[in-house]
Nanobody, 116 residues
């Protein structure tokens, strides 16, 4: 079965940095685009970043452009999200996602809290 396991979340002060990881298994990782979404309490889940394979194709939400970087290591079946210059509004649960044959698969999520 498809499995996505996020890690790397935690508490960080405004202006700080964090790197999230998503370990994937159960499918041919290198054949699929991977995405990061986030959801804050009371808000809809939103796309943060997406990366294709090969990784020349990347997209970012306007709110994170210039601060976040998505990358992948196909040999390790892992996708990353480097988050810099974090703001309080970045506080959310971050989810890893892959779409296969029009069906979305999600990890359990990792909490990111930006607070002083």
């Amino acid at each position: 079965q498809v499995q996505l396991v996020e890690s790397g979340g935690g508490l960080v002060r405004p202006g700080g940095s964090l790197r999230l990881s998503c370990a994937a298994s159960g499918f041919t990782f290198s054949s699929y685009a991977m995405s990061w979404y986030r959801q804050a309490p009371g808000k809809e889940r939103e796309l943060v970043a997406r990366i294709g394979s090969p990784s020349i194709s990347t997209t970012y939400a306007d709110s994170v452009k210039g601060r976040f970087t998505i990358s992948r290591d196909n040999a390790k079946n892992t996708v990353y999200l480097q988050m810099n210059s974090l703001k309080s509004e970045d506080t959310a649960v971050y989810y890893c996602n892959v779409k296969r044959w029009s069906l979305d698969y999600w990890g359990q999520g990792t909490q990111v809290t930006v607070s002083s």
